[in-house]
C-alpha cells in the first residue's frame, strides 16, 4: 500500500505510521507483526469478475466457529497484531460478526472492515460503529453500471453509494476502493468528481491481481503505458487535492513499481532533497509485504502470505496458533517470503529499486508464469529507469517500459 498523499504531498494521515513509522527503521523483516486479512465467510450475495476467493451466494462448509474465531483474535492480540482486515465473500454474511468485531475492540486490536457496501443499511451503519470497528472500506469499481456489471448485480452501485452515506451519517470512517482494469480506468475523472461531492476522505487504488476469478480477467490487465498513465493521474490528483486544502486520502494498492514511480516524480517535481527524504520512507516500508507485514487467515483457519495467494499455505490456526506459525522460519516456505532476495527474478536482481519494491507481487507472477518467484508482468518501469549506474539526478522518465 502507498500512501500517494503522505509521500507526494506531504499530508499526515492516521495509519502513515503502520508503513512508514521510525519503529520500523532498525527492526528486522522476520519480526514485523503483520496486518492479517480473515476471510470470515466466503459466502458473498454479490458476483465480482475480480473476486480473489471465487465466492459464491452459498454456504462454504467448515467455516471456523465462533469459538475459533475468537481463540484467533485473542492470539492476534497478543502477538501484537496492528491492524485485522475484516474481508469475505461479503464479511456482514457473517452472523456473529458484531459479536467478533466488539471482542477485538476488546483486546486492544483495530479493526478494519472490508466490504462491497450493499448490506449497509442505516440501522447496520449504526452497529458498525458501535462495536468499534475503526475503519470500512466499500468498492466502487466505476459509476453507475459500470460497477453494477463489474460486480454482477443491477443497482450495486447504488446500494454501495448507500452505504457509503449511511456510514459517514453515523460518523463511521469509511473511504473508498477502485481496482483498476481496462473495465474501469474510463471512470477515474468521474470516481475523484465523486470522492469531493460524497466528502469521501480516503480512496484505495488496487491494481489487478491474478488471483480466484480475477485470473480470468487477466486481458482486462491495463497495458504498462495504459498503467502508469493512470497511476499517475492519482498522483495528479492528489496533488490537486492538496493544492485546494481538501483533507483526501489517496493510496495505491498491490503494485509496488507505484513506489518507485512516485520517487521519479518528486525527484523531478521537487528535488533530491526531497526525493532522498522519500525513499528512505520507502526503503523503510520494504515494498512487497507478503509473509513480512501482511498475512491472511482464509475461512477454513488456512494461513497465507496473503489473501491473494491461497495456492501457499504456511499452516492452519486449527493445528497452530497464527503467532507460531508466522514465527516458524523453520517452515521453508515462511523463510522464503521473508528473505526472497535471492529468490527473485534476473530483472528484480539488477533493479535499483528492489530495495522499496522487493519483486512485487508473487501472486501475479504465479498466475502469469507458473513459477512462484518469476517476474511480475505488471511492473511497467522501463529498463532505463531500473539500471543501477541511472543519474538520479537528471534522469528523463519514459512512458513505456523497455
Not at 505510521?17 to 465467510?41: D, F, I, K, N, S
Not at 462454504?60 to 496492528?82: N, Q, S
Not at 527524504?277 to 509485504?289: E, I, P, Q
Amino acid at each position: 500500500m502507498l500512501g500517494v498523499s503522505q509521500l507526494l504531498c506531504g499530508t499526515q494521515t492516521e495509519t502513515g505510521h503502520l508503513r512508514y513509522g521510525a519503529q520500523l527503521q532498525h527492526q528486522p523483516r522476520a519480526e514485523r507483526r503483520p496486518v492479517v486479512v480473515w476471510t470470515t465467510t466466503r459466502r458473498c450475495n454479490l458476483h465480482c469478475m475480480h473476486c480473489y476467493s471465487d465466492s459464491f451466494d452459498k454456504a462454504y462448509p467448515g467455516e471456523l466457529t465462533t469459538a475459533e474465531a475468537r481463540a484467533m483474535l485473542e492470539d492476534l492480540a497478543a502477538f501484537g497484531v496492528p491492524v485485522l482486515l475484516l474481508s469475505g465473500g461479503e464479511p456482514l454474511l457473517r452472523p456473529d460478526l458484531f459479536d467478533l468485531i466488539a471482542h477485538a475492540h476488546s483486546l486492544g486490536l483495530r479493526t478494519t472492515l472490508s466490504t462491497n457496501g450493499t448490506l449497509i443499511t442505516p440501522e447496520l451503519a449504526r452497529r458498525i460503529k458501535e462495536v468499534g470497528c475503526g475503519y470500512v472500506g466499500i468498492s466502487l469499481d466505476g459509476i453507475g453500471p459500470h460497477h453494477d456489471k463489474f460486480r454482477g448485480k443491477r443497482g450495486a452501485f447504488e446500494e454501495a453509494l448507500a452505504g457509503i452515506r449511511n456510514c459517514r451519517a453515523v460518523g463511521q470512517r469509511v473511504g473508498l476502493r477502485l481496482t483498476l482494469t481496462q473495465r474501469t480506468v474510463a471512470d477515474l475523472p468521474a470516481i475523484f468528481r465523486l470522492i469531493e461531492e460524497e466528502d469521501i476522505q480516503r480512496a484505495c487504488f488496487y491494481h489487478l491481481v491474478y488471483a480466484g476469478r480475477g485470473r480470468r480477467i487477466m486481458g482486462d490487465q491495463l497495458a504498462p503505458e495504459e498503467l502508469r498513465t493512470a497511476v499517475e493521474a492519482i498522483f495528479a490528483q492528489a496533488q490537486d487535492y492538496a493544492r485546494h486544502g481538501q483533507d483526501i486520502e489517496l493510496l495505491t494498492v498491490d503494485n509496488h513499481a507505484d513506489g518507485a514511480l512516485l520517487y521519479l516524480r518528486v525527484l523531478r517535481e521537487q528535488g533530491p532533497e526531497r526525493a532522498a527524504a522519500v525513499r528512505a520512507l520507502l526503503r523503510r516500508s520494504g515494498g512487497n509485504s507478503s509473509g513480512v507485514a501482511i498475512g491472511h487467515v482464509d475461512n477454513l483457519g488456512n494461513i497465507h502470505p496473503d489473501q491473494f495467494t491461497w495456492n501457499v499455505t504456511l499452516g492452519n490456526i486449527r493445528e497452530q496458533p497464527f503467532s507460531q506459525a508466522w514465527s516458524d522460519l523453520g517452515n521453508p516456505l515462511m523463510a522464503a517470503f521473508k528473505e526472497r532476495r535471492a529468490l527473485l527474478p534476473g530483472r528484480c536482481q539488477g533493479c535499483r529499486f528492489v530495495d522499496i519494491c522487493n519483486g512485487n507481487f508473487r501472486a501475479r507472477a504465479w498466475a502469469a508464469t507458473g513459477d512462484l518467484w518469476g517476474e511480475d508482468p505488471a511492473c511497467y518501469l522501463t529498463d532505463e529507469e531500473i539500471a543501477p549506474a541511472a543519474d538520479e539526478g537528471g534522469m528523463a522518465v519514459s512512458t513505456a517500459r523497455g
